[in-house]
């Protein structure tokens, strides 16, 4: 284990704490359910629920893919407050020997992590910034666990949004991409404004106003960007809803409302350091 989490500021709202408010989850303060309360109250009732439901279960199943194609092992960047089915928990329910590393900025995020997976020994988290990618590929919790001469699943499940602008984002994920062996896997998902409405407009700019974390938008066209060099998998990128689903679940919602572009792609077999040789 790392350091003891950093103080929890409960004077403003925190996203990880308005995700797991928004998606059901108890590990929130009044400071963050005012927020994401304001927020919801632009959008038709149920859509804000909507995009973290939908949001989460593209994070099932694309763990469950990684598992069917063999890949074992991963990093969850942005993992957020544990809630139910975690990669850990789905990963460990087909593969027992999978190994996890969680990371998180928000204290309470980590602090949560860590009491759940005080008696998992192939599961860990780290308390970094994503835009500090080697403290996280060098940490003693991701070179205890994972061995990047096999490949790795790197997730990056809703949070991508918020790499600002100025940021490079795909330089960003390039430092991960590169230390990712054949046969890797890439998921990730982002919040959009393509095909949005009005209404979810004013909702992304009540968050941008409500003192959390500010939500960067892309457009499909930037998300396609980051999977350049990897192969997409079927059914390419797509709304996290409409990402190979379970079933035809018959949701009142049009597959739109989710909100987020999804994709999940593999790393080449003539990748080095990241890019096509
Ligand atoms: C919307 S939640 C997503 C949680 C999980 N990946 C999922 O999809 O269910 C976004 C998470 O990213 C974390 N986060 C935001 N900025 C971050 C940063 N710069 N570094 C690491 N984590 C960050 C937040 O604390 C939050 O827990």
Redesign the pocket.
């Known amino acids: 284990m790392t350091e003891p989490p950093g103080p929890i500021d409960t004077t403003r709202p ?3 704490r308005m ?1 797991d408010y928004g998606i059901g989850g108890s590990h929130n303060f009044e400071v963050d359910r005012q927020a994401i309360d304001a927020i919801h109250a632009a959008m038709p009732p149920g859509q804000g629920r909507h995009i973290g439901v939908e ?2 279960a593209f ?1 099932h199943r694309a763990v469950r893919f990684c598992l069917q194609q063999g890949v074992d092992q991963f990093l ?6 544990p809630t139910v089915g975690n990669v850990h928990e789905i990963a460990h329910s087909i593969n027992p020997a999978a190994r996890v590393v969680y ?4 204290s309470v ?1 980590v602090a949560t992590t860590r009491r759940m997976l005080h008696d998992v020994a192939n599961a860990d988290i780290i308390q ?4 500090d990618a080697e403290s996280i590929l060098e940490a003693p919790e991701t070179e205890r666990l994972l061995d990047f001469s096999r490949p790795v699943a790197l997730l990056a ?3 991508f949004h ?1 790499v600002a602008r100025e940021h490079d984002l795909p330089a960003l994920l390039q430092r991960y991409r590169a230390h990712l062996v054949p046969g890797s896997v890439v998921a990730i ?1 982002h919040t959009t404004t393509d095909h949005q409405s009005q209404a979810y407009l004013e909702a992304h700019r009540r968050w941008n106003e409500s003192g959390s ?1 500010a939500m960067v938008m892309r457009t499909h066209t930037e998300v396609a960007e980051l999977f350049e060099g990897l192969d997409l998998v079927e059914p390419g990128i797509t709304w996290t809803s409409t990402w190979r689903p379970d079933q035809a679940t018959g949701s009142e919602w049009p597959s739109e409302a989710s909100a987020c572009w999804a994709g999940v792609a593999m790393v080449p077999p003539d990748i080095v350091d990241g890019s096509r040789g």
């Open positions: 925190s996203a990880a995700y949001n989460r994070l969850d960047l942005g993992s957020g407050i990371t998180d900025i928000e995020a970094a910034d994503i835009h499940v809703a949070v918020y998902s974390e």
